[in-house]
């Protein structure tokens, strides 16, 4: 069974750091492509970064461009997002999905990001 | 990017009605491989996103038959022939032809 579970999230002060993770088990992690995907309180889904199955390749949007770094460890099954220099507009329900042809066709739970002083 | 325009924003549907959300997307979505990687994702309030369609008609295993995706192009439709109680979500399509994906607005289903 495939599963993806995120940690890392909290309370942070703006201008502060954080590093999620995303634990992969129960397929050949090392195949996929992976994604992070951020919901603000009562918003939408929006894709934030994504990065090829041997970490080479690695897509932000815009919005976050510079701030945050996305990685993956293939030996451990392990997504991260490293964010830094969070702002107000970073809170957040941090999701990470598998992509599969086009697809994101399984998601973890998500870990809330709240960035307030 | 894509820009993935969803209509309505909210839906109140009668239990057992049929309920149908609009999404459009700012380019083809066909990929030069021939497949239309267009999705439909449902998230119920306070879980994950869960997907039920892909590649714009094709179901996921579990989901409801009254669940059916159609369309081509850059025009493309969910639909739900019998509302029930259990389909009170937001309903998302996504785009995964283009890098980087992206996701319509989002449609907030509720019971009228």
């Known amino acids: 069974e495939v599963q993806l579970v995120e940690s890392g999230g909290g309370l942070v002060q703006p201008g502060g750091s954080l590093r999620l993770s995303c634990a992969a088990s129960?397929?050949?992690?090392?195949?996929?492509?992976m994604h992070w995907v951020r919901q603000a309180p009562g918003k939408g889904l929006v894709s934030v970064s994504h990065?090829?199955?041997?970490?080479?390749?690695?897509i932000y949007a815009d919005s976050v461009k510079g701030r945050f770094t996305i990685s993956r460890d293939n030996a451990k099954n392990a997504l991260y997002l490293q964010i830094d220099s969070l702002a107000a507009e970073d809170t957040a329900v941090y999701f990470c999905?598998?992509?599969?042809?086009?697809?994101?066709?399984?998601w973890g739970q998500g870990t809330l990001v709240t960035v307030s002083s | 990017e894509v820009v993935m325009t969803q209509s309505p924003l909210s839906l109140p549907v009668t239990l057992g009605q049929p309920a149908s959300i609009s999404c459009r997307s700012s380019?083809?979505?066909?990929?030069?491989?021939?497949?239309?990687?267009l999705n439909w994702f449902q998230q119920r309030p306070g879980q994950s996103p869960r997907r039920l369609i892909y590649?714009?008609?094709k179901r996921d295993s579990g989901v409801p038959d009254r669940f059916s995706g159609s369309g081509s192009g850059t025009d493309f439709t969910l639909k739900i022939s019998r509302v029930e109680a259990e389909d009170v979500a937001a309903y998302y399509c996504?785009?995964?032809?283009?890098?980087?994906?992206?996701f319509g607005q989002g449609t907030k289903l509720e019971i009228k």
């Open positions: 999905a598998r992509d599969f042809s086009g697809s994101l066709d399984h």
């Open positions: 990065i090829s199955p041997n970490g080479g390749t690695t």
């Open positions: 996504m785009q995964g032809t283009h890098w980087p994906y992206t």
């Open positions: 590649e714009v008609s």
């Open positions: 380019q083809s979505l066909v990929h030069s491989g021939g497949n239309t990687y």
């Open positions: 129960g397929f050949t992690f090392s195949s996929h492509y």
